[in-house]
């Protein structure tokens, strides 16, 4: 079946550092892939999202690319700040058969001054 | 402003006692989704519309029950079956591939 394995959080760095949060994935066909973003007691919301292999997806800094090759969607930033404190979700959207998001556990990010 | 509305934000449950939480949106779509969070792990699929008057179980169903006679809403109810209702509940809705969520509702146990 469909899943998505995360680096286990929580991921502690300075103010400035540079963030890789590793994601990948296993699935039948052609998933999109999508990193959402957790505050503190809050819903999720989209982050950025590819749709193909190859495809890069980008917001607020933050960059993710489809690999198909190493079934990856690594999420990076180059600069860090105290407010992306949050915990990310990598998730993937099957295409085939019954369509649903399928999450990863959760990476908690800890951005210090 | 179009979105999701769950309410109430929090929620206590006595033993044997059943509870609505609901879910709201007048974002137009026809899916719509309920999950559970457990701290420390990602979301698991409790139930799912796809369309008014049509949904289906999702992987941790027991327990919990829906209703869909109106597009815009989605309530969740967990029953008196479900022994382990502490946990953070999200209402989510879809249009092509993207789902959006609601802010959540914590429900405890008293």
């Known amino acids: 079946g469909n899943s998505v394995t995360q680096m286990e959080g929580p991921v502690t760095l300075s103010e400035e550092a540079f963030l890789t949060i590793n994601c990948t994935y296993t699935a039948t066909g052609y998933p999109s892939l999508f990193w959402y973003v957790q505050y503190p007691g809050e819903g999720l919301q989209l982050l950025l999202k590819a749709t193909k292999a190859d495809d890069k997806g980008s917001n607020k800094g933050f960059e993710a690319t489809y690999r198909k090759e190493t079934t990856s969607f690594h999420l990076e930033k180059g600069s860090v700040q105290v407010s992306d404190s949050a915990v990310y979700f990598c998730a993937l959207y099957s295409n085939t058969g019954f369509q649903k998001l399928v999450f990863g556990t959760g990476t908690r990010l800890l951005v210090s001054p | 402003d179009g979105g999701i509305t769950q309410s109430p934000k929090y929620l206590f449950r006595k033993e044997g006692q059943n509870v609505t939480l609901s879910c709201e949106q007048n974002?137009?779509?026809?899916?719509m989704y309920w999950y559970r969070q457990d701290p420390g792990q990602g979301l698991r699929l409790i139930y799912y519309s796809q369309i008014v008057n049509d949904f289906q179980k999702g992987d941790i169903a027991e327990g919990y029950s829906v209703s869909r006679e109106k597009k815009e809403s989605f309530p969740l109810t967990v029953t008196s079956a479900q022994k382990n209702p502490t946990a953070f509940y999200l209402c989510?809705?879809?249009?092509?591939?993207?789902?959006?969520f609601g802010a959540g509702t914590r429900l405890s146990v008293l």
């Open positions: 974002l137009n779509h026809d899916a």
């Open positions: 989510a809705s879809r249009a092509q591939n993207i789902q959006y």
